[in-house]
C-alpha cells in the first residue's frame, strides 16, 4: 500500500479535534481527521442531557483545573465563547442559557455536530473514520502512523483524543500513551465531575432517599465552594453541587454541605417559636427540606423529637451547626464509568500555551481532554475543547 501524505493529521474526531481540522482547514491546510469510531462526535451528541451545553457566557480561566493556571488564558482569549456563539448563531442554531450562563441547544445537540461538519467540509478537511492507529513515530520532518488503512506521513500531528472518562463512548488512554512514547509528561489521572459514593454506614442512613435533591452549599477542604443542587442518588451523592465539589476532592478527604444556605437559622428557631411554639421542629423543619430528609433524619436520632417550645438554646445551636456544616466522608467516586471529565493528562509546562506544541517535539500538538486543563460543570469543558482547537489549528 502506498503511503498516504498530508500537511496535518488530526487523531480524534471530537469536539476539540473538529475545531481544530475546520480552522486548519480554512488556512488552506491539507487536513485529515483520523478517528477509530464508527462515529463523530459522540460526547457531544450525548452531552447535556441531548442538548449539548456548549459554552458559558461566564467563561474564566479560574473555572479551569490545572497544574499552571495561567495556562488557558491564551487560547480562552483567542477563541471565546463569545466567537463559538457567533458560530452556532450564523448556522441559525437557536439555544438558551438553562441557568448560571450555561448554554444548551434548543433542539438537539446533533445540531453542533452537524455545524462541526458542516465547517470542517467548507474547510476542505477529510475525515476518515473506523481507523484504528497501531503506531506513530517522528520521521525527519514529521510524523508517520501506521495504521488499520494503511500508512500516513504528515509535517504536523494533532492528537486530539480525549480523557478516559466514559469508556462505553470508545474513551481509550491513547493519547497518554503517545504523550509517554516522546518523553512528555502526564500527570496523574482521575475522575473529575462525578458522583459521590457513600461509606456502607453512610449507604445505610441515607438509604431511601434516592431522588430526594435540594439546594446547598458544597465545601471542599480546599476551600472551594459551590452552591448548586445536591442529589441523593441509589449509590451515593450526586447533583451539580456534588459533580462540581467532586474535582478537587481527594480520597479520604470530607465535604461539608450547607443544606440551609440562605437560611438564619437561629432567628428562623425565634420566629416559628414566637408564632407557633407547638409545632414541632419535624413539620417545622419540612417547610424549609423535603419532608423524607426530615423524616430520615428524625428516625436516625439525628434531630430531636420535640416542639419548638421545647428546644433549649443548645438544641438550637446544635441544629444550626448540624444543618450548616452536614459533613460526609465520601467511599469514592463512581470513577471513569460515569465521570464527565478525566482530572490531569498531558503537562501543560510541556506545551505551548499559545500553539499547544509539544516543547521538544516540533509539530506534535496536544488539544482538548487529553491535556492536563479540565473545566467546571456547565460549558466550560467544551469551550476548553473549542480554544485549545483552534489556537492549534491556527498553527498546523
Ligand atoms: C456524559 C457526558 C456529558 C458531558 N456534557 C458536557 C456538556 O454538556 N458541556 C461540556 O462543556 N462538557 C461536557 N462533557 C465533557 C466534554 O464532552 C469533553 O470535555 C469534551 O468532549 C472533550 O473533547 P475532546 O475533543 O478532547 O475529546 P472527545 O470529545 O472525547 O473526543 C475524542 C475523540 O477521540 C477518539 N478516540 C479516542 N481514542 C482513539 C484512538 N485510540 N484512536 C482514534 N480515535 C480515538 C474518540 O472516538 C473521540 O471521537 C460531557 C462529558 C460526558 C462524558
Not at 51 to 59: A, E, L, P
Not at 297 to 302: D, W
Request: hydrophobic fraction near 40%.
Amino acid at each position: 500500500m502506498s503511503v498516504k501524505q498530508h500537511q496535518v493529521i488530526i487523531i480524534g474526531a471530537g469536539a476539540a479535534g473538529l475545531m481544530c481540522a475546520l480552522t486548519a482547514g480554512y488556512r488552506g491546510r491539507d487536513v485529515l481527521l483520523l478517528d477509530n469510531a464508527k462515529q463523530l462526535g459522540r460526547k457531544i451528541l450525548i452531552s447535556g442531557g441531548g442538548r449539548c451545553n456548549f459554552t458559558n457566557q461566564n467563561i474564566e480561566p479560574g473555572a479551569y483545573l490545572c497544574s499552571n493556571p495561567h495556562f488557558v488564558k491564551s487560547a480562552l482569549a483567542r477563541f471565546s465563547q463569545w466567537d463559538f456563539i457567533a458560530m452556532v448563531e450564523r448556522h441559525g442554531i437557536d439555544y438558551h442559557e438553562k441557568t448560571l450562563g450555561q448554554l444548551f441547544c434548543d433542539d438537539s445537540a446533533k445540531d453542533i455536530v452537524d455545524m462541526l461538519t458542516t465547517e470542517c467540509d467548507w474547510a476542505g478537511v477529510k475525515i476518515q473514520l473506523r481507523t484504528e492507529i497501531l503506531s506513530v513515530a517522528a520521521t525527519d520532518g514529521g510524523y508517520s502512523l501506521q495504521t488499520s488503512e494503511g500508512e500516513y506521513r504528515c509535517k504536523s500531528l494533532v492528537i486530539a483524543t480525549g480523557g478516559l472518562s466514559m469508556p462505553k463512548l470508545g474513551a481509550t488512554p491513547f493519547g497518554f500513551r503517545i504523550a509517554e512514547q516522546f518523553a512528555i509528561k502526564v500527570l496523574p489521572t482521575t475522575a473529575g465531575l462525578v458522583p459521590f459514593t457513600l461509606q456502607p454506614e453512610d449507604k445505610a442512613r441515607f438509604e431511601g432517599l434516592s431522588g430526594i435533591s435540594l439546594p446547598v452549599i458544597a465545601k471542599a477542604e480546599c476551600g472551594r465552594q459551590f452552591r448548586e443542587a445536591m442529589l441523593f442518588t441509589h449509590r451515593g451523592l450526586s447533583g451539580p453541587a456534588v459533580l462540581q465539589i467532586s474535582s478537587y476532592w481527594q480520597p479520604g478527604q470530607s465535604v461539608l454541605f450547607d443544606l440551609l444556605p440562605d437560611l438564619d437559622f437561629v432567628d428562623w428557631c425565634k420566629t416559628i417559636t414566637a408564632e407557633s411554639p407547638k409545632l414541632s421542629l419535624k413539620n417545622g423543619l419540612s417547610r424549609l427540606l423535603p419532608k423524607r430528609l426530615v423524616e430520615r433524619l428524625q428516625e436516625l436520632g439525628e434531630l430531636p423529637n420535640k416542639n419548638f417550645n421545647q428546644l433549649s438554646k443548645a438544641d438550637v445551636a446544635a441544629l444550626d451547626s448540624y444543618f450548616h456544616c452536614w459533613q460526609i466522608q465520601p467511599g469514592g467516586t463512581e470513577g471513569y464509568r460515569t465521570a464527565e471529565v478525566t482530572l490531569g493528562g498531558v503537562d501543560t509546562d510541556e506545551l505551548s500555551s499559545k500553539t499547544m506544541e509539544a516543547k521538544r517535539h516540533p509539530g506534535l500538538y496536544f488539544i482538548g481532554e487529553v491535556v492536563d486543563v479540565s473545566g467546571w460543570l456547565g460549558g466550560y469543558n467544551f469551550q476548553w475543547a473549542w480554544s485549545s482547537g483552534y489556537a492549534a489549528g491556527e498553527v498546523v
